[in-house]
């Protein structure tokens, strides 16, 4: 009796504890379809747990991450229009191509606090930000 109570907490726990998600993120307002899109996904630590190049197709772009554990993520991007590798800036600093955050925070003349871009992931997600221009 004790082996089968044992045997059912196991696969209970195992089933509820360790499940993996998929978190899908749309990124819409894009300039244009020119270069691809730079997707990186953090941990609550600010550790990046994924870096992705992501192709865009009508001024959107999609991705979707898999076997993610519950916790808390946040996300940045930006649109390397010219595919040189790196946000483009003008000479005061400010972006020249696309970007954002999670949560759709804007910085006002730096990038918002980190702990501003977390969310929480607890099942299936599907999450869409807006490009800033």
Not at 51 to 70: A, M, N
């Amino acid at each position: 009796m004790n082996k089968l109570l044992i045997t059912l907490l196991f696969i209970f726990f195992s089933s509820t504890s360790f499940s993996q998600f998929k978190l899908e993120v749309e990124i819409t307002g894009l300039r244009n379809d020119k270069g691809n899109l730079m997707l990186q996904l953090f941990d609550s630590t600010e550790k990046v747990l994924y870096q992705e190049i992501v192709i865009i197709k009508d001024s959107t772009s999609s991705f979707t991450f898999t076997d993610l554990d519950t916790g808390k993520y946040a996300i940045r991007y930006y649109h390397d229009e010219n595919l040189n590798g790196k946000m483009d800036k003008n000479l005061m600093g400010k972006p020249t191509e696309g970007y954002g955050f999670s949560n759709n925070v804007i910085g006002k003349f730096a990038p918002p606090p980190f702990e501003k871009w977390i969310f929480e992931v607890r099942g299936d997600k599907k999450i869409v930000l807006r490009a800033t221009y």
